[in-house]
Each structure stands twice: as C-alpha cells, then as structure tokens.
Nanobody, 127 residues
Framework: QVQLVESGGGSVQPGGSLTLSCVWY????????MSWYRHKSGKDREFVSG???????NYADSVKGRFAISQDNAKNTLTLQMNNLKPDGTGMYYC?????????????????????WGNGTLVTVSS
C-alpha cells in the first residue's frame, strides 16, 4: 500500500515563494526514489526535481537556482522550496514515488513496480 499527500500550494505573485510538502506512507516498499512533477494546462506533465538513489538532487533547467528539494525520512516528507516563482511556474504539482526495493519476508529485495502519484497541489503565480 502506498499513499502520497501533497500540500502547500497556493496563489503568489511573481517573485514570491512557496514550500510544497509530500507526506508518504508505504508498508510495501523499503527503498524508493522521490520526485516532483508539474502539469501545466495544455501540456504534458514535466519533471521539476527529484532525489535519486545516490541521494543526488536533480532539477529541471527552468528551476535550477530557484528551487530546492529535500527529503526527511524520519518524517516521511519530501519538500520542495520554491523561490522567485515565475508565471510559468503555474500548474498542478505532483509528488511521485518510484519503488526500488520491496519488503519480502522482512528483508528488502529489488523490485520492478509501478510508480505512484499523489493527487497534486495547485500553484498559481500571477500578478
């Protein structure tokens, strides 16, 4: 079972900041990669930022230097700090979990599993 719940969206003026949070729950997977995507009206969902299995932080070119991603495993929370927001940052932001290992008999084993998505949180950047 996997649950992802995003929060923190809202309306801000250009240049403003928002902090998005994604709280996850899983009793199935013991390791996974987490990321943020956004969906702008009329466009495909696009990658924004993620943390890979080597704990490297990756960002879309459009947000480098303005957004910062962090992950707190003790609190089961993925955070996206968004600064200097621009109007093209408007969209629905989604948290994604990509499973890597699942619990098998109390141990972790490599797995190939579907990705999981939250329901999203809306960000509107407008003057």
């Amino acid at each position: 079972q996997v649950q992802l719940v995003e929060s923190g969206g809202g309306s801000v003026q250009p240049g403003g900041s928002l902090t998005l949070s994604c709280v996850w729950y899983t009793d199935t997977y013991c390791s996974f990669e987490m990321s943020w995507y956004r969906h702008k009206s009329g466009k495909d969902r696009e990658f924004v930022s993620g943390i890979d299995g080597d704990r490297r932080r990756n960002y879309a070119d459009s947000v480098k230097g303005r957004f910062a991603i962090s992950q707190d495993n003790a609190k089961n929370t993925l955070t996206l700090q968004m600064n200097n927001l621009k109007p093209d940052g408007t969209g629905m932001y989604y948290c994604k979990m990509e499973p890597v290992e699942r619990l098998v008999g109390g141990n972790c084993a490599f797995t190939v599993a579907t990705d999981y998505w939250g329901n999203g949180t809306l960000v509107t950047v407008s003057s």
